[in-house]
């Protein structure tokens, strides 16, 4: 019974048999990456640069889009290669790497967007305390602290993974390295392993929804007893964005992880595994930016300066 370190390779789910269907896949994972990478681009140059937007929701904005950018990388880029070069194979520190990356990553950002439903809850019910409770010092903490519980939590499950006895080959039923894929390929009760880091999990999982549940039902309480509906309109219109990420998140990943057995099948839980890891790091940015209008001030300003600054080139360079 060889452990997972005894592999060389394993195999991923290819999304197509027929080569004009995979360089068509890759085609289109090349613009949704490549459009991913200028959305969560443009906002993390949008926030750093515009002084405007130096504030606790765009600060956590800008960590949410490096995680973005961090987790649609650790995946999509093989994907295309592997459509590219029509290859199934990604090498044992290849796949470690994915799966570590892919469970840091995405429990940061969950914990992360626990952490700005806390910012629109203060902005919200206690506007009067909003600098105090949410000071550069007290952000730069809670922002580590997702970070941090996105590493603990990677590092928990990495520690009994990599210890697995495997029995069911080197395929894995999955176009990226995961977990639960990893698991089948291990011997019967070899799982049992997974218990502790399992509940770890599940107890973050758990209590992050809680917290973001409690946090809006006051925000909600608090806006429908404001006096104006310009006030109701501009509050809901704050917390939309965050809402819409939050559902997106869950349900894909709830879906993904929950679904009946009896419904599952290959095709399927490719178009389900690319709803949660491919599509929220690619539609966040527009999510954010399409009714900000901070936002999209400071992205039309950004855009200015760079065709000045492009025409300015232009001029020197003419004798």
Not at 127 to 140: D, N, T
Not at 216 to 227: D, S, T
Request: some cysteine; charged content about 10%.
């Amino acid at each position: 019974m060889p452990n997972i370190s005894s592999v060389s390779e394993f195999l991923l789910l290819a999304f197509a048999d027929t080569r004009e269907l995979q360089l068509l896949h890759f085609a289109l994972f090349l613009g949704i990456y490549l459009a991913a990478l200028l959305g969560n681009g443009l906002i993390l140059s949008a926030v750093a640069c515009d002084h405007r937007l130096h504030t606790p929701m765009y600060f956590f904005l800008l960590n949410l889009a490096l995680l973005d950018l961090g987790s649609i990388s650790t995946t999509l880029p093989k994907a295309m290669a592997n459509a590219l070069w029509d290859t199934r194979a990604i090498s044992y520190q290849g796949c470690v790497a994915q799966v570590f990356l892919l469970v840091f990553l995405i429990g940061a950002e969950y914990s992360l967007l626990t952490v700005m439903a806390y910012d629109r809850y203060v902005a919200i019910c206690k506007p009067l305390h909003y600098g105090s409770l949410l000071g550069s010092r007290a952000c730069a903490q809670m922002a580590a602290a997702a970070w941090g519980s996105g590493f603990l939590n990677a590092v928990l499950h990495m520690a009994t993974t990599v210890s697995l006895p495997l029995c069911q080959g080197n395929a894995l039923d999955q176009f990226f390295c995961e977990i639960p894929q990893i698991l089948k390929l291990s011997c019967s009760n070899a799982y049992l392993r997974e218990v502790g880091a399992l509940v770890f999990s599940i107890s973050l999982v758990f209590g992050c929804f809680v917290f973001i549940v409690v946090s809006y039902v006051e925000i909600f309480r608090a806006v429908l007893r404001m006096p104006s509906e310009h006030g109701r309109h501009k509050a809901f219109s704050t917390c939309l964005p965050h809402l819409a990420v939050v559902s997106l998140y869950l349900s894909t990943a709830t879906f993904a992880y929950l679904k009946p057995p009896s419904t599952s099948s290959s095709s399927l839980d490719l178009v389900v595994s690319f709803l949660y890891s491919v599509v929220p790091p690619a539609v966040n940015p527009l999510i954010y930016s399409m009714r900000n209008k901070e936002l999209k001030e400071a992205l039309r300003m950004l855009s200015q300066y760079s065709v000045f600054q492009r025409g300015t080139h232009l001029l020197h360079l003419i004798p």
